[in-house]
Nanobody, 125 residues
Framework: QLQLVESGGGLVQPGGSLRLSCAAS????????IGWFRQAPGKEREGILC??????TTNSADSVKGRFTISKSKNTVSLQMNYLKPEDTAIYYC????????????????????WGRGTQVTVSS
């Protein structure tokens, strides 16, 4: 079962940048589509970006399009976040997804996916 660990969160001022990492131990991510999700206080978890198993397809939610990008190496999926806004404050999670859909809001975790602790991102002055 694929196990993923998120890291890289922190406190950043509005307009700043952060880079999150999603690391897989002992697995080659070339075989897995991966999605980034986030959950803000009092809200449901939402999918925001995904990348296909080959890395050739990436899709983003409108809320982060043009600001966040996703990339993948053999063992790590990265989330580069630029021009951060206070509304980006949330716990960020990565997970194996069934596939990377054009409408990211419909993205679903794979049946065998397990959720990690996530990494907290706080955008505040």
């Amino acid at each position: 079962q694929l196990q993923l660990v998120e890291s890289g969160g922190g406190l950043v001022q509005p307009g700043g940048s952060l880079r999150l990492s999603c690391a897989a131990s002992g697995f080659n991510l070339d075989y897995y589509a991966i999605g980034w999700f986030r959950q803000a206080p009092g809200k449901e978890r939402e999918g925001i970006l995904c990348i296909s198993s080959s890395g050739g397809t990436t899709n983003s939610a409108d809320s982060v399009k043009g600001r966040f990008t996703i990339s993948k190496s053999k063992n790590t999926v990265s989330l580069q976040m630029n021009y951060l806004k206070p509304e980006d404050t949330a716990i960020y999670y990565c997970a194996q997804v069934t596939y990377c859909p054009a409408i990211v809001a419909t993205m679903t975790a794979a049946r065998t996916a397990s959720w990690g602790r996530g990494t907290q991102v706080t955008v505040s002055s």
